[in-house]
């Protein structure tokens, strides 16, 4: 692929709670800020890949404890020998062979890994194509809230007959942000396999990665519902395609948004006067927005407007 690739993913969290901390809050800076992490982003994209059939190495899998029957993540080793499926890594001599396998997993090709294995003694660190930014929330109203759940059974670590506590169901908690609206820089250097693709250990970072990347960066976060997540969605995106030998500053510091009464507005004047100075190295811009809950205040040349919902262009 001769081309870099700059943008931004836009992930709106209504009533959910997109990136908890060790607390259950939203995760947030010493001064308040509320963003979400880049592992965030990333795992409903390996997750969404895993359901589709393809190979992902950097995703939790169970199994049961050979010891006591425990149910237990298997290890980087156990998960490696499975999606390739190897008898036994140790036995896996050639360090390219392992190198060709990992880039043959979707998430290794996009993001990289660190493949660290001391039993087969294997030590591989690749630096990946996609490279995310932390997700920073852009909306000044965002506010906690806890809510109380009331479980349906006792807890029946609490059987004394004079302790009250037993004879009722116990208590957690569930907790969201009323609204948040992250935006996520990111940028695909297609170079950063340049010396991979001189051993001969993988193709490089194709148009098809590319494409694949793409399509699964649009929908991932609507597609993964689970209780904490429901009611988190895609709701923006910007690709900048460029010459190789263009290098841009972090998209998503240019990009406001505001809260409107009927529709919220996305504002990409900074965005598009940054872009006008390097026109003549830009090769495609295409934007993706929600149009039933968001505006766009955008005089980008030459962009292309697309619905995120629809895929259709706007």
């Known amino acids: 692929m001769n081309k870099r690739v700059y943008g931004v993913l836009g992930i709106s969290s209504i009533m959910a709670n997109w990136n908890a901390d060790f607390s259950g809050y939203p995760k947030s800076m010493s001064d308040g800020t509320v963003f979400g992490s880049d592992k965030a982003l990333k795992y409903p994209m390996k997750k969404m890949w895993d359901n589709e059939g393809k190979k992902v190495l950097y995703i939790k899998s169970m199994k049961f404890s050979e010891k006591d029957g425990s149910l237990v993540p298997k290890s980087m080793k156990e998960r490696y020998e499975e999606i390739f499926e190897i008898k036994d890594l140790k036995e896996e001599k050639e360090t390219k062979q392992i190198l060709k396998n990992l880039m043959s997993a979707v998430d290794v090709k996009n993001f990289g890994a660190t493949f660290a294995e001391s039993v087969a003694k294997v030590n ?111 709701e923006f995106a910007i690709f900048v395609e460029t010459e190789p030998d263009l290098y841009l500053p972090n998209l998503s510091e240019y990009i406001g948004f505001e809260k409107g009464e009927q529709k919220n507005c996305i504002n990409l004047e900074a965005c598009a006067q940054i872009l006008q100075g390097v026109q003549e190295k830009i090769k495609n811009v295409e934007i993706y927005y929600n149009p039933y809950t968001t505006i766009l205040n955008q005089e980008i040349a030459d962009a292309k407007l697309y619905n995120i919902v629809t895929q259709k262009e706007v």
Request: proline share 3%; net charge negative.
């Open 124 to 234: 591989v660190s690749i630096t990946g194509a996609v490279q995310f930014g932390q997700g920073f929330n852009k909306y000044e109203g965002t506010v906690a809230e806890e809510q109380q759940i009331l479980s349906p059974f006792r807890d029946s670590s609490k059987e004394s007959k004079t302790d009250e506590e037993a004879k009722n169901s116990t208590l957690g908690t569930k907790i969201t942000s009323n609204e948040a609206h992250y935006f996520y820089p990111f940028v695909i250097n297609p170079m950063a396999y340049r010396e991979l693709e001189k051993l001969g250990v993988t193709e490089g970072y194709t148009e098809e990665d590319y494409k694949n990347f793409k399509r699964t960066a649009l929908v991932a976060v609507t597609s993964y519902a689970t209780n904490a997540k429901e009611g988190c969605e895609n």
